[in-house]
């Protein structure tokens, strides 16, 4: 079991920035990919933001140049620094770890946290 903690959330006006932070405990192995997801309402979940434990990162396309994906694999967290934020990045944001391996493959999700960014 992989337990996720998402922080940072909030509210800000359009044009200023937000951090949030993840903090993953439990059976956590590498190699692994963590990740922000988000969900506005009355639509589906979509990706936001990657970075595998290799640090390699994978963005959205509406978020590529604002957001940044970071981790600190000593302390099993990861950060998202979103800058520039738009009324249309409002949603609650998800904090996400995978792994898959030969035999299994394993999936955990934070309880969300919210922002908001007015116009």
């Known amino acids: 079991q992989v337990q996720l903690v998402e922080s940072g959330g909030g509210l800000v006006q359009a044009g200023g920035s937000l951090t949030l932070s993840c903090a993953a405990s439990g059976s956590i192995f590498r190699p692994n990919v963590m990740g922000w997801y988000r969900q506005a309402p009355e639509k589906q979940r979509e990706l936001v933001a990657t970075?595998?434990?290799?640090?390699?990162?994978n963005y959205a396309k509406s978020v590529k140049g604002r957001f940044t994906v970071s981790r600190d694999n000593a302390k099993n967290m990861v950060f998202l620094q979103m800058n520039s934020l738009e009324p249309e990045d409002t949603a609650v944001y998800y904090c996400n770890y995978y792994r898959t391996a030969v035999t299994m493959t394993s999936e955990y999700w934070g309880q969300g946290t919210q922002v908001t960014v007015s116009s």
């Open positions: 970075i595998t434990s290799g640090l390699s990162t």
